[in-house]
């Protein structure tokens, strides 16, 4: 098992940027899928965001494209989320998930069983 521990969440301005941190240990040892999903609020629904495999692979859900980029450094076990021209649609409790696919399945349209692994979160606010 996997326990992911997010940092780096926070509040900005629209337009601003911030990166997110993740340090999931085992999850190369393991060779996981790493993903973030986020949540607008407690009683709404959940949203995969990107997702990167064990070799590098990344993939991208739409509201993501081009504006951020999803990174993981193996030898420290961590994952990265950049995350560029935010927008007040962007604030949400942002969570690191880990999981046991690969390949094509290693994707944020997973469905979030296939991600068991969770964070406890980390909240960003964007303010227009």
């Known amino acids: 098992q996997v326990q992911p521990v997010e940092s780096g969440g926070g509040s900005v301005q629209s337009g601003g940027s911030l990166r997110l941190s993740c340090t999931a240990s085992?999850?190369?040892?393991?060779?996981?899928?790493l993903g973030w999903v986020r949540q607008f609020a407690p009683d709404k629904e959940r949203e995969g965001v990107a997702?990167?495999?064990?070799?590098?692979?990344?993939s991208y859900e739409d509201v993501a494209k081009g504006r951020f980029t999803i990174s993981r450094e193996n030898a420290k076990d961590t994952l990265t989320l950049q995350m560029d021209n935010l927008n007040s649609g962007d604030t949400a409790m942002y969570y690191c998930?880990?999981?046991?696919?690969?390949?094509?399945?290693?994707?944020?349209?997973?469905?979030?069983?296939?991600?068991?692994?969770w964070g406890q979160g980390t909240q960003v606010t964007v303010s227009s």
């Open positions: 085992g999850a190369t040892e393991r060779k996981y899928c």
């Open positions: 998930v880990a999981g046991d696919i690969s390949g094509p399945w290693c994707h944020p349209s997973r469905r979030f069983a296939d991600f068991p692994d």
């Open positions: 997702a990167v495999d064990a070799d590098g692979t990344t």
